[in-house]
């Protein structure tokens, strides 16, 4: 469902840590539409670059546009705005405890938006229904599963319809069900939403079941080694690492 307007451009980006150099000279773009992956072995940076895309750590060098506009030359006012369009959802999921999941996915609304408390109730209504919460409504995170938790984080990480969702490892620690339902939820957000997918995985079905596009992270040279749809580069790439990487050390080139 990608087009080729581009949304997200990472131009000569380079990222660190102090002095500590995690990646340089990164240059790819995220298409409208996309579900674009960011593939790599452990600690290579990927939460990093995440981070930098989502405007919680800012580049050693180089530029992040949207839609044209550099975020890290932007006003913090432009920022504010950019972020709008913007939904996350952690690692953890991290929902808050003490608050029902309706609770947890009204905050967002209560917060930048001027709806009633009654449309803010419907909204979250309609978003647990759209990730399969329906009913689960009046619930506490701990009195449901880790892939409910996720879902459910999702429901708040599209409160205020964002135009691009970013996900870090949204897989991890679930079983391959409840993993299997979240990949079909996040190509159902996309194509339903029309919302542009960046997703940090290193689960291989997910990887070709729902990646568009991608950028493969190499930490010993620190940089990007390569890029596309990673169906292709299971196809096409000559780079020993690219294609250890998608076929679990089964193929060698
Ligand atoms: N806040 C931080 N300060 C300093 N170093 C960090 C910080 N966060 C991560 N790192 C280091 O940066 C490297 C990349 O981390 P990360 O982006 O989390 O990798 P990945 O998500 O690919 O596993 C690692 O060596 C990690 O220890
Ligand atoms: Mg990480």
Excluded at 177 to 185: A, F, G, H, P, R
Aim: hydrophobic share 40%; charged share 25%.
């Amino acid at each position: 469902m990608s087009d080729s307007t581009s949304h997200i451009v990472v131009d000569n980006l380079t990222m660190k840590y102090g002095d500590f150099l995690i990646q340089k000279d990164l240059s790819f773009t995220v298409r409208r539409g996309d579900v674009f992956v960011i593939m790599g072995g452990s600690g290579c940076g990927k939460s990093t670059l995440l981070k930098h895309l989502v405007g919680l750590v800012s580049p050693a060098c180089g530029r992040v546009l949207y839609d044209g506009t550099s975020f890290w030359d932007s006003s913090l006012a432009e920022r504010d705005v950019l972020l709008r369009r913007v939904g996350i959802l952690y690692q953890k999921g991290a929902l808050w405890t003490s608050m029902t999941l309706a609770e947890n996915v009204a905050m967002p609304l209560q917060q930048y938006t001027q709806y009633s408390a009654t449309q803010i109730k419907e909204i979250a209504r309609y978003k647990l229904a759209l990730v399969g919460l329906a009913g689960f409504e009046d619930y506490y995170p701990s009195e449901i599963s880790g892939g409910m938790q996720k879902r459910a984080g999702l429901a708040r990480a599209i409160a205020l319809d964002p135009d691009v969702l970013f996900f870090d490892e949204p897989s991890a620690g679930l079983d391959p069900i409840s993993s299997k339902l979240l990949d079909d939820l996040i190509i159902e957000l996309n194509r339903g939403l029309g919302a542009t997918i960046v997703v940090v995985t290193h689960e291989l079905p997910s990887i070709f079941a729902i990646g568009t596009n991608s950028v493969f992270l190499d930490a010993d040279s620190k940089t990007m080694i390569a890029s596309g749809d990673p169906k292709e580069l299971l196809r096409t790439s000559k780079d020993p690492r690219v294609i250890k990487f998608l076929t679990r050390g089964e193929r060698e080139v």
